[in-house]
């Protein structure tokens, strides 16, 4: 099982990135894909998740949206309204495994 995270980056507040997360190695149809996140001297934190139906924490719900294209074994998570709390490194997720993430860095 591998994921490829990519898309992070510096933003300002208020602004938007689309983050990716790639997977092989197993049967990805419909198959539950969650994104968390971490930020320095923080826990983990649970954002989006996505089978047939999705679900959103509720500190991110209404700005951000996960979605898939199962042809390109893709999950993505297109973030809105970016707002300095959401700085961490984020990662997708199936069972026990995670990519190596990608860094999300909202600050003017």
């Known amino acids: 099982v591998q994921f490829v995270e990519s898309g992070g980056g510096l933003v300002q507040p208020g602004g938007s990135l689309r983050l990716s997360c790639t997977a092989s190695?197993?049967?990805?149809?419909?198959?539950?894909i969650r994104w968390y996140r971490q930020a320095p001297g923080k826990l983990r934190e649970f954002v989006a998740q996505?089978?047939?139906?999705?679900e959103y924490a509720e500190s991110v719900k209404g700005r951000f949206l996960i979605s898939r294209d199962n042809v390109k074994n893709t999950v993505y998570l297109q973030m809105n309204n970016l707002k300095p709390e959401d700085t961490a490194v984020y990662y997708c997720n199936y069972l026990t495994y995670r990519g190596q993430g990608t860094q999300v860095t909202v600050s003017s």
């Open positions: 190695g197993f049967p990805f149809d419909y198959v539950l």
């Open positions: 996505i089978d047939t139906r999705t």
